[in-house]
């Protein structure tokens, strides 16, 4: 069925092509960068003998520093693989974009709903819950369009800019939800943050010592930022950095 999935979408490239190049003129993101039809091959290489699972592994990650949005595909019917896992954590640790796709969803037995599949694909998958998930049937070619449409999505939401006010605005929010407690005796002071780059978007915190922040405070300043600010799909890279001092 993934097979089916990348024929369909390199019929789509081939249908948006002339489209595609004036994007990439634009700055914009050209269909057959995703990485739709090197990721999910690389999966199955994977799951194969060892000297295999070696050469798949370093061709998923290639695929994965070249995507402008991964689409990561499963099956509807079958549970999340350690093998699943360790790609999510590779995505994750890239800060890329990706579409979570189950297939078959037309294959759903019969008391149930494809809803539960989602949220057991959220709870395994906890390095990507921030991502949207998107249901099809390959075999059928449906909701295929929909795949295009989020990776468009997600691409301009990895690239979109704010400016200092909304983002400290959002940043202050956060703080009042959950101040810092500090950490190893250290007291943590919050004082701005500014945006430096997207793709994936990038903000530096200026506090008083990086090192009195604990990492589940930091991931709660990212789950934040996305919830205020307008990134809610996306991967955010936040470097927390010592104020100088006057």
Not at 112 to 135: D, G, K, N, Q, V
Request: hydrophobic share 45%; glycine share 4%; with cysteine.
């Amino acid at each position: 069925m993934k097979h089916k999935f990348i024929h369909l979408i390199l019929i789509l490239v081939l249908v948006l092509s002339f489209p595609s190049v004036a994007m990439a003129q634009e700055g914009g993101p050209t269909v057959d960068r995703f990485s739709n039809r090197d990721l999910p091959s690389s999966i199955e290489s994977l799951k194969l003998e060892s000297p295999v699972e070696l050469f798949g592994r370093v061709r998923t990650e290639e695929a994965i520093r070249r995507a402008d949005v991964v689409v990561f595909m499963f099956d509807v019917l079958e549970k999340v693989t350690e093998v699943d896992k360790r790609i999510a954590a590779a995505i994750e640790e890239e800060k890329k974009p990706c579409a979570l796709v189950l297939n078959k969803y037309d294959l759903v037995p019969p008391g149930h709903e494809p809803e539960e599949f989602a949220r057991y694909l959220t709870r395994a998958l906890p390095l990507l819950r921030y991502a949207p998930i998107s249901m099809i049937s390959a075999r059928k070619g449906e909701r295929v369009w929909e795949v295009i449409d989020v990776c468009m999505e997600l691409h301009a939401q990895a690239g979109a800019r704010v400016s200092t006010p909304e983002l400290n605005r959002a940043l202050r929010a956060a703080v009042e939800a959950r101040t810092p407690s500090g950490r190893r005796g250290r007291i943590a002071r919050i004082y701005y943050a500014t945006q430096k780059g997207g793709r994936p978007p990038r903000f530096i915190v200026f506090v008083n010592d990086p090192a009195a922040f604990a990492p589940d405070y930091v991931r709660y300043l990212e789950d934040k930022m996305r919830q205020f600010l307008p990134f809610r799909e996306v991967p955010l890279r936040l470097e927390l950095r010592a104020r100088r001092k006057k």
